[in-house]
């Protein structure tokens, strides 16, 4: 079984405990309109993978977006909080196929929801998720934060200060935050530094406002990365500029872009 490596390359690290945000929309693919894509869950597999492999402790939070999203039932006429329980389920589905991948790699996993399910998985006991990331076991949180009116980022950002993460990484598919979409407007530039208080003055929406608030009062640091460009969860382990930093730093300045 795959575990952590020896203790050099461990603390070599930049970070060593990390909560990785998932999107689950993102594992739509380019061409679903639900489920989930293999190759972007291979991909999930494979960084995940050499995370590990590099000593890193990696906690999971997925999203439910490629089955259901609370909100937008919610706007077609179902009852929220109804509609948001169905999206938490949503996120179970995708950390139980998440939870097989990675086993068929031989790494080992636990499964924790927020929503008790004995039978698939644990109920989320944060000294226990603790001490299977210490043995190198790769921790999925699953069921968002059991709570309805909250996002997945929201649980990134709650289990990631629960665990003391190092860092939340928010995998996505772009390459970090930038000052316009990327996907609609070929001019958007990349900002390499961001303060965080600068990120809700912009309203940059890297995550939702409860999420950022979180993170802000305890000044948990964000990377927003490129998931699907292969390596790229391991170069920012060990310390490389990848994506959108966000920190709470004082003394630096508020923004820092990529030069051109
Ligand atoms: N959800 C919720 N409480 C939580 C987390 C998630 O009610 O703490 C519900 C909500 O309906 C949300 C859905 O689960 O729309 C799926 O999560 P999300 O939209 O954050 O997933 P992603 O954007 O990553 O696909």
């Not at 938490?88 to 068929?104: H, K, R």
């Not at 043995?135 to 997945?152: L, S």
Request: aromatic fraction near 4%; charge should be negative; hydrophobic fraction near 40%.
């Amino acid at each position: 079984m795959s575990g952590p490596s020896d203790d050099t390359s461990a603390s070599s690290l930049e970070y060593k405990r990390v909560l990785l945000k998932l999107s689950g929309e993102a594992l739509l693919g380019a061409s679903r309109e639900f489920g989930i894509d293999e190759t972007v869950l291979q991909n999930y597999v494979e960084e995940v993978r050499t995370a590990v492999e590099c000593g890193a402790e990696v906690a999971i939070v997925i999203g439910g977006g490629n089955i259901f999203r609370g909100v937008e039932h919610a706007m077609e006429g179902m009852t929220r909080a109804h509609a948001d329980y169905m999206g938490m389920l949503a996120t179970m589905i995708n950390g139980m196929a998440l939870q097989d991948a990675l086993e068929q790699v031989d790494l080992v996993t636990r499964l924790q929801s927020s929503i008790k399910m004995e039978e698939i998985a644990e109920p989320f006991i944060r000294r226990r998720a603790i001490r299977h990331l210490e043995k190198g076991r790769v921790v999925i949180f699953g069921a968002g934060t059991g709570n309805p009116y909250f996002t997945t980022d929201t649980a990134a950002a709650l289990r990631g200060l629960e665990i003391g993460a190092d860092v939340i990484l928010k995998g996505t598919r772009v390459d970090g935050i930038f000052t316009a979409d990327p996907e609609e407007d070929d001019s958007a530039e990349r900002f390499e530094r961001i303060h965080g208080d600068e990120v809700l003055r912009r309203d940059l929406r890297v995550m939702d406002m409860t999420a950022l608030t979180l993170c802000q009062e305890s000044e948990m640091p964000i990377i927003v990365f490129n998931m699907a460009a292969s390596g790229n969860l391991r170069r920012l382990l060990e310390g490389e500029t990848v994506g959108t930093h966000v920190h709470w730093d004082e003394a630096e300045s508020p923004v820092e872009r990529v030069p051109a």
